[in-house]
């Protein structure tokens, strides 16, 4: 539903590294894409900037036709949602409440609950299976849960794009596809995902396309079975991979080989 | 949230707006002189009736209505404060003084006391630049290079900037030696109503009313924070922008609060632990009944502060935390330690 590019994006923390060189991304409309690379590639900034947390030093992030940078907070936040790795919770809100603060840029200061907002949030928590944690406190739900719960909340703020940080890092395989599932279910319904993940297979079946990030820099984009090749991941990730096309679920998979063990 | 937990959290507000009217009723009637019910209502009206004593209707008038007014304002003050602070920090330990502004208002008002005087204008004056000057040097400290103003600085800064302070404030007193100028300044710094007038009253009203309205316009914001900063982006809420407000409506309101009263402590700790427990996190519902339970709060603590050893006048501090401390071990205790 919203587009996203970004052109000659370039961003340091510090004078001495770069974690952002010089890169550039089209996302289509209605499109998954993973950025996948090793520990510090840059795949975290980069999510900062497309959601407008860090200015970039050079470059331009456009949604749709409009410059991020001349949007305001609220202005992005109702075009844009993001979910976290992992985010602690100072209160004892409900789990109803916390995913009604997805409400917030559509809501003026002081008014009550209207109509769309309660079904944006009742839709929302169906959508992320929470329904049946609503009147719990988040601090009292588990981590996959919790997970589920930050994920309606950006769904109940309506977006046209979801940006998602490696929101699976700490859940179990089940709360994984679950969770990835649900993702995808939105990519299909219209919603332009971006995601940060580490596990490739997982990525290569969530998603359209694949960006393979290295040393701040986009190295490689499109299909994943064009990405995920054994020597780009071993450009990327030093490490030796099968790569293999599964013949059932018609999917690229990744298996990491670890060295041999010396023979006793 | 069960139905009946709800119907508590719709009746609390009522509940205590009642318990401010007689807080108000009972704060007159009782003191050193016992006032009859009856006068109170005709002194607070202006009404003219035969068999109500002069004598009464100054005390009504004069004393005891300023004295519970200033209650509620700095009562009400300190306890948004507190609230304010632990939303802003997401941190239920933070209290209004954690920024070091008692500490700096203290030092102005014992600078004030020993070289200048004691008066209703002088000593309110100087605590208030003291604490002025605090907050100046906490947040010029905790502005980073990147002109950001990073609240876990904020906090280290705070307290050594408190300690300096309190350094400086046991230096006058130890300069002072002794005599009627270092009760003075230890009375201050133990906190009292004790020189509530109606200039106070007038001083401190439109700061109070300014401050809560604008921590409550930031209710909503303060909510998004629990999230964390990067979360309340992320819901469209600068948090740049939302500290900057809060953090100039806590200083003005515990300044203006510290002015007049002294230090007085665990009102800004105490009472928005109270009421989240019995309303939940949610700030725009926890922040009006804070304000309200705080004014309540000190207003009866102050009753007592002027009864127990009267006529000699306790520092109603000491009776904040006498009160304040064993209740809170008690929700400690029951209501475990989900704070």
């Keep these: 539903m919203m587009r996203i590019l970004l052109q000659h994006i370039s961003f340091s923390y510090d004078e001495a590294t770069a974690a952002l060189q010089d890169v550039d991304l089209y996302v289509e409309s209605g499109a998954a894409i993973a950025l996948v690379g090793a520990n510090g590639s840059g795949k975290s900034t980069l999510l900062k900037i497309i959601s407008g947390v860090l200015q970039p030093d050079r470059g331009a992030v456009t949604l749709d036709d409009q410059r991020l940078q001349a949007l305001t907070a609220r202005a992005i936040a109702r075009r844009l949602a993001m979910v ?83 929101p699976t890092t700490h859940l179990d395989l089940h709360h994984q596809v679950q969770f990835m599932s649900i993702v995808r279910d939105r990519a299909d319904a219209g919603l332009t995902v971006v995601i940060a993940i580490h596990d490739l297979t997982l990525a290569a079946q969530a998603c359209d396309e694949i960006a393979l990030m290295d040393e701040g820099r986009i190295v490689d984009v499109g299909p994943p079975e064009d990405v995920l090749t054994a020597a780009s991941i071993r450009r990327a990730f030093s490490v030796d991979v099968v790569v293999g096309d599964h013949p059932s679920l018609g999917t690229v998979y990744v298996l990491p080989a670890l060295s041999p063990r010396p023979s006793r | 949230m069960s139905a009946r937990s709800a119907a508590a959290r719709r009746a609390l507000p009522w509940i205590l707006l009642g318990l401010l009217v007689a807080s108000f009723l009972a704060g007159i009637i009782v003191g050193p002189v016992t006032i009859p019910f009856r006068s109170v209502i005709t002194g607070l009206l202006s009404i003219e009736a035969n068999g109500v004593s002069d004598i009464h209707r100054l005390i009504v008038r004069q004393i005891r209505l300023p004295r519970i007014l200033l209650g509620l304002l700095v009562g009400s003050a300190l306890a948004v404060s507190g609230t304010a602070m632990q939303g802003l920090f997401h941190n239920p330990l933070a209290s209004p003084y954690v920024l070091g502004i008692a500490s700096g208002a203290s030092t102005g008002a014992a600078l004030a006391i020993l070289f200048a005087s004691a008066s209703a204008v002088v000593l309110p004056l100087g605590a208030f630049l003291g604490a002025g000057v605090a907050a100046a040097i906490v947040y010029g400290l905790a502005r980073g290079r990147d002109r950001r103003t990073s609240l876990f600085t904020l906090i280290l800064a705070g307290v050594a900037v408190g300690a300096l302070f309190s350094a400086v404030t046991s230096f006058l007193i130890f300069l002072s030696s002794g005599g009627e100028k270092l009760s003075d300044v230890l009375f201050w710094i133990m906190g009292g109503l004790g020189r509530a007038g109606w200039s106070s009253v007038a001083v401190l009203a439109p700061v109070t009313v300014v401050g809560i309205g604008g921590i409550i316009f930031f209710a909503r914001d303060l909510n998004a924070l629990s999230l964390g900063e990067e979360g309340a982006f992320h819901v469209g809420v600068d948090p740049t922008v939302l500290h900057r407000w809060v953090l100039i409506l806590t200083t003005l309101l515990t300044a203006a609060a510290v002015a007049m009263a002294g230090t007085i402590g665990f009102v800004g700790l105490v009472i928005p632990h109270v009421m989240r427990l019995l309303v939940g996190p949610d700030h725009r519902r926890l922040i009006p009944v804070s304000a309200l339970a705080g004014g309540c709060f000190l207003i009866w603590s102050d009753m007592a502060a002027r009864t127990v050893f009267a006529p000699a006048e306790l520092p109603v501090g000491v009776i904040t935390a006498f009160l304040g401390a064993p209740f809170f071990l008690y929700l400690l205790k029951t209501r475990g330690v989900n704070l």
């Design chain 1, 84 to 166: 976290s790795q992992e985010r602690s919770m100072g209160f004892d809100f409900t789990v109803r409440e916390v995913v009604a603060m997805g409400r917030i840029p559509h809501r003026a200061r002081f008014a009550r609950e209207s109509t769309s907002d309660r079904r944006a949030i009742e839709e929302a928590m169906k959508l992320a299976d929470v329904h049946a944690l609503a009147g719990r406190s988040i601090r009292a739900v588990s981590g996959g849960e919790r997970q589920r719960v930050y994920l309606a909340m950006a769904l109940a703020q309506e977006p046209r794009v979801l940006l998602l940080d490696e």
